[in-house]
């Protein structure tokens, strides 16, 4: 018997069960030193990026700006959606106060973050002149449709030096609330109010509740019947399910069916995020969702629409209190009066994702790699893997365990990944849900023929990023003890 070759298959063994049982209780494992933190970015520092986040709800004081504006800045994100708030703009016929839409506005610019502005909802003023809220239906009245005209003539007029992206309504197929030919004729005529005002307008449309596409080739064909569709720029949805990577499959098929009719319009995912706790209000709400589980949601979602060229929000920014009950899908939590009682784990979690993945980043489109057990058996699990470069020519690749809801199954397993195409000099482990970073001992790294294999990586169902460790550095996002 060769007792040396059983020792060491012995040792082996005993490595990858310490390696397995540390992965699995969350321990650091060997081969792994924690070395820093990632330092967020403010959106002033950042030139552009995929990132958004909701700032909806503030037309019916649900949330209050002025009790979390200081937090949008740090948070890192360029771009922030609002809603028009006809309704509250405009409580006596043909009398316009823009002062709560001043304050938001210009102080979203000051702080280098740009509001989207989703014209929607209705105004009770008028006969015929829409719902207020969520589901509601769009004018109908020959009266609250001119009055609707001037509101949004009005409203691009004022703010189009500081907006040039505009959604029109918000989920107006929501429970049937309106017929799918009367939105592409509202669609129509809202965006040439909008393209007089401002021509190179990005102008989105659709902001589905779900993803529809049964509703996407109506109301295109509609549109393309009556030759109006360069009106609009891009077809957002609203893709809420527990496990953010379920909804792909019917997101790339919308994508397939709004190619079908334009190739100058792109799909973007509009509005999605998920509770911090059970008993919120609202999509998604029937799980028992907890900070960390809403942390690994975000960062899923946003990489998973990366990974697959889609502009992406995140809602919201701020818990929202309703006329019934709490939407916590904020990432900030709140007090009873709305002020804001802590930032939540999904905060951080975003400020690194926007201090890292910005417009110097690009996607890997001929990107491949295997996971497998640590072992080199099959992995049981699904995983999503996504490759990039910095401008430097840098790798970065993003991981995670797809297969269940986030939070269903939290625990770290030591697996195999080859990286094809892919080189590091001193790679680093980035958590993204917690900021660590963590150098890798060089036997956990081989490199052959201009490929790489990782052995033994701790990956969970969160993001976690592989990077060099001179980027990080170069890039002045690695804060050392």
């Known amino acids: 018997m060769n007792y040396r070759r059983l020792h060491l298959s012995i040792v082996s063994v005993a490595l990858t069960l ?16 924690k070395i820093g933190t990632i330092i967020p970015r403010a959106a002033s520092e950042i030139e552009s990026s995929n990132w958004s986040v909701g700032a909806e709800t503030m037309d019916r004081d649900f949330t209050i700006y002025r009790h979390w504006k200081k937090y949008l800045g740090p948070l890192g994100v360029k771009r922030a959606r609002i809603q028009s708030g006809w309704a509250k703009t405009e409580k006596i016929k043909g009398k316009y106060d823009w002062k709560w839409l001043d304050e938001i506005i210009l102080d979203m610019v000051d702080q280098g973050v740009e509001p989207w502005v989703c014209l929607c909802y209705g105004n009770p003023i008028y006969e015929g002149g829409g719902g207020t809220g969520l589901g509601g239906g769009m004018p109908t009245s020959p009266e609250a449709l001119a009055a609707w005209d001037r509101f949004v003539d009005a409203f691009v007029q004022r703010y189009k030096d500081q907006v040039d992206e505009w959604e029109i309504w918000n989920e107006p197929g929501l429970r049937g609330a309106n017929p799918e030919d009367a939105y592409a004729d509202f669609l ?14 990005t102008i989105i449309g659709f902001a589905m509740a779900g993803v529809k596409h049964s509703m996407c080739e109506s109301v295109l064909g509609r549109m393309k019947k009556a030759g109006k569709l360069d009106l609009i720029d891009q077809v957002s949805y609203h893709p809420y399910t527990y496990n953010p990577d379920d909804s792909y499959s019917g997101v790339l098929k919308l994508r397939r069916i709004v190619e079908s009719f334009s190739s100058d319009i792109i799909i973007m995912q509009g509005e999605n995020g998920c509770p911090s706790k059970r008993g919120s209000f609202g999509a998604i709400s029937g799980n028992d969702w907890t900070e960390s589980s809403q942390a690994k949601w975000a960062l899923r979602r946003l990489l998973g629409d990366l990974g697959r060229d889609i502009p992406s929000s995140y809602f919201a920014i701020c818990d929202m209190e309703y006329t019934s009950r709490r939407n916590t899908k904020g990432l900030l939590a709140i007090n009873d009066d709305q002020t804001v009682h802590h930032a939540k784990e999904g905060y951080r979690a975003v400020q690194h994702l926007t201090a890292l993945f910005d417009n110097r980043i690009t996607r890997v489109k ?19 893997v996504f490759g990039y470069q910095t401008r430097a020519s840098q790798p970065v690749v993003t991981i995670w365990r797809s297969s269940d809801t986030p939070g269903k199954d939290p625990k770290h397993r030591p697996m195999r990944i080859h990286i094809a195409t892919m080189t590091f000099d001193t790679p680093v482990l ?52």
Do not use: M
């Open 18 to 33: 310490l390696a397995t049982f540390c992965f699995t209780t969350g321990f650091a494992a060997e081969g792994y030193t």
């Open 188 to 201: 129509i005529r809202s965006a040439e109010i909008i393209r007089r005002h401002q021509p190179d307008a």
């Open 366 to 384: 001929n990107f491949s790699a295997e996971i497998t057990k640590a072992s080199g058996e099959k992995a049981e699990s699904s995983h999503s």
């Open 430 to 481: 980035i958590d993204l849900r917690t900021g660590r970073v963590d150098a890798i001992d060089g036997s956990l790294v081989k490199e052959e023929s201009g490929a790489t294999t990782f052995l033994n990586l701790p990956i969970y169902d969160s993001p976690i990023v592989l990077a060099e460790r001179g980027w990080l550095e170069d890039e002045g996002r690695l804060r050392t003890p």
